[in-house]
C-alpha cells in the first residue's frame, strides 16, 4: 500500500491499524531546534480522544502519545521526529460475526477488491482511529508556525449543521467551543442537536455535519500560484479525512446566486491600510492568501457503520445482509473538528516553509 506521505517540504506519514498494537507517524523536514511540549501535543489530542461523551463513541482510548526520536532535550533535532501510540481498548471481536462481508458506505469492498486482502477489524487503515497520529503531526505543525508568526496566525473550528439543523454563525464564540461536546460555537442548538442524536442512535441510525474552520490573521502569500495554491492543498488535506465528502471556500457554492459584480471582494486602501469591503473567496485569491481571514467548510458523512440492517454482499461475491454491532460515533462528524485543525496548520506550516525559502 503506497501514498501514506502527506506534505511537500514539511511531511508526515502514518502507520498502523484500528485494531493492531499501536498507530504511529514520522513527521519529517521539521527545522531543529524549535521548543517541543509534548502535554501541548497531548492537549490536542485530548479534544480529539473517542469516549468523552455519549455523542461519540464509547472505544475508551487514552491516546497518550510518546516521542521515539527527532527531540532532545526538549528541542526538535532536526531528525525525523517518530511519535506512537499504542492501542489499549480493541475489541475486534465485535467484528468477528461480520468478517466476511463488506460493510455498506465503508471502505471494506474497494480495499478487497484493490488488494484482495481487507482488515475486517474495524477497517484497519482506512479507519478513523488513524486521525489520531494526523492531530499528533498537526500539533507539531501548530507549533512550527505559532514560532514562524510569533503567534500571530489561529486557527479555529466548528460544527456549524448536525442533520438538518444549523447554527447561527454569525455568533462565533471561540471560547465556547472546547467546552461543549459538539464543538458548537454558540450554545443556540444545543439541546435540538442533543435530542436529535440521541433519537437516530436510538433508532440504530447516525448524522451527518458541516464543519468551519477559519484562520485569524494569516500573513499575505501563503500558497503557490499553481499546482500548490492554498486552497488545493487544504482541499487535499481535508479531502483525506475519512467520511469528508466535500469542501468549499468562502462563499462557496452560495456565488452561484451572486452575479460578477457583486461576487468578487472590492478593495480600497486608506492610510496605506487595505479593506476588502467582503470575503466571498474566502481569503483566498489565485491559490495565495490575500491577508483576510481564511474560512471554509467541510461536510461529513453520516457514520456508516449503524445497528439498523442493510443489504450487501459478501467476499465471495454473495447477496447477504448485515448489522454493525460494537461501538460507532453517532455522527462522526463531531470528532473530525480537530482532525480538521490540525490538517489545516500543517498545510500552513509546510506552505510557510516554502514561502521563506524563496527569500533565501
Not at 88 to 95: G, I, L
Request: hydrophobic share 35%.
Amino acid at each position: 500500500m503506497s501514498h501514506n506521505i502527506f506534505g511537500n517540504l514539511l511531511t508526515f506519514s502514518t502507520w498502523g491499524e484500528s485494531h493492531g498494537e499501536a498507530i504511529g507517524c514520522v513527521v519529517d523536514g521539521y527545522p531543529a531546534n524549535i521548543d517541543i511540549d509534548i502535554s501541548f501535543i497531548q492537549s490536542r489530542l485530548n479534544l480529539r480522544r473517542p469516549g468523552q461523551s455519549k455523542f461519540t463513541t464509547q472505544r475508551n482510548e487514552k491516546d497518550e502519545v510518546r516521542i521515539l526520536s527527532g527531540v532532545f532535550d526538549g528541542k526538535s533535532t532536526g531528525a525525523p521526529i517518530s511519535l506512537i501510540i499504542y492501542n489499549t481498548d480493541q475489541r475486534s471481536k465485535d467484528y468477528s460475526n461480520i468478517k466476511d462481508k463488506f460493510r455498506p458506505g465503508h471502505a471494506d469492498f474497494t480495499y478487497f477488491m484493490k488488494y484482495k486482502n481487507f482488515d475486517y477489524r474495524g477497517g484497519g487503515r482506512s479507519s478513523a482511529r488513524e486521525t489520531a497520529m494526523r492531530v499528533a503531526a498537526g500539533a507539531l505543525a501548530e507549533i512550527l508556525v505559532n514560532k514562524i508568526t510569533k503567534n500571530k496566525i489561529q486557527v479555529s473550528s466548528a460544527v456549524t449543521q448536525i442533520g438538518n439543523i444549523k447554527t447561527d454563525t454569525s455568533k462565533w464564540n471561540e471560547k465556547f467551543i472546547n467546552t461543549n461536546p459538539f464543538f458548537a460555537p454558540n450554545k443556540n442548538t444545543i439541546t435540538e442537536w442533543e435530542n436529535l442524536i440521541l433519537h437516530h442512535r436510538k433508532n440504530g441510525s447516525s448524522l451527518g455535519a458541516i464543519i468551519e474552520v477559519r484562520v485569524k490573521n494569516p500573513i499575505v502569500g501563503i500558497g503557490e500560484p499553481i499546482y500548490q495554491k492554498l486552497d488545493s492543498e487544504l482541499s487535499k488535506a481535508i479531502m483525506t479525512i475519512n467520511a469528508v465528502k466535500g469542501i468549499e471556500f468562502g462563499s462557496g457554492f452560495n456565488l452561484v446566486n451572486l452575479d460578477g459584480t457583486n461576487a468578487s471582494d472590492q478593495m480600497t486602501v486608506k492610510n496605506k491600510k487595505i479593506s476588502f469591503d467582503t470575503n466571498h473567496a474566502g481569503g483566498i485569491l489565485g491559490g495565495i492568501s490575500s491577508g483576510q481571514d481564511i474560512i471554509f467548510r467541510y461536510i461529513v458523512k453520516p457514520t456508516s457503520s449503524v445497528l439498523s440492517e442493510k443489504k450487501t454482499i459478501t467476499n465471495k461475491l454473495k447477496n447477504s445482509t448485515i448489522k454493525t454491532i460494537g461501538r460507532h460515533d453517532p455522527c462522526v462528524g463531531i470528532r473530525a473538528v480537530p482532525v480538521g485543525i490540525a490538517m489545516t496548520y500543517f498545510v500552513l506550516a509546510d506552505l510557510l516553509l516554502i514561502k521563506n525559502s524563496k527569500s533565501i
